[in-house]
């Protein structure tokens, strides 16, 4: 058996923050940086993703915060979450690296007609080169508040000490806008028993969604 090996917690299922996306170069072009902030102000409150501006590496990089509610149980290391570039949810009395089970939460912008098929194709297409023993599993739908549905698979990678074992739901959301965003909320486990004993918060959220 080979040796297992460690990893961060989260970063496998993060893609790397880009300093700009086509959107805030459009916003840009029509006015600059006071045209940028309104670009981030704008919206009804009904839009599930909210777009803030943080500094990574001495540059100003966007963060997409998709609106999940913290778990009953849970409580949200925004500090984290923020170097990670997701929303993060932790076990009540739990830390990021003591909790058996965290929860995280991240959105991306879309590329041009991308579907929730293409999404799951490509984030598990950049697992396995990552992780090429990783079995996935495909599970039941999720159907959200809105009655859209997340697509469900389970993640078992041995080699992972710090996640072997993982739920990832995907969906499609778009903004006010009319961008479309890729939603991804993953639960992810130090051993199968902490994955059961979190999954039912998990499912909660991806159903209040």
Partial sequence: MSAKYETGRVP????????????????????GLAALAACFAAGPASAVVEKVMTMCGGQLCPFFRPS???????????????RLGVRLFVPTGETFDSAPAIIYALARLGQEGEDVVAA?????????????EVAITRLDDVRRND??????????????ATQPYERVATGIDGDAQGSPFVIRLALTAK?????KQAEDAFVTLLKRY
């Fill in 147 to 160: 009655g859209a549905a997340f697509q469900l698979h389970h993640f078992v990678s041995p080699n992972l």
């Fill in 12 to 31: 496998t299922h993060v893609r790397p923050a880009a300093f700009m996306t086509f959107a805030f170069v459009r916003c840009l072009a029509a006015g």
């Fill in 191 to 195: 051993t199968e028993a902490a994955l």
């Fill in 68 to 82: 999940f509610a913290v778990p009953e149980g849970w409580w949200e290391d925004h500090k984290t979450g923020m």
């Fill in 120 to 132: 799951v194709a490509s984030h598990h297409e950049t697992w396995r080169r990552k992780v090429p």
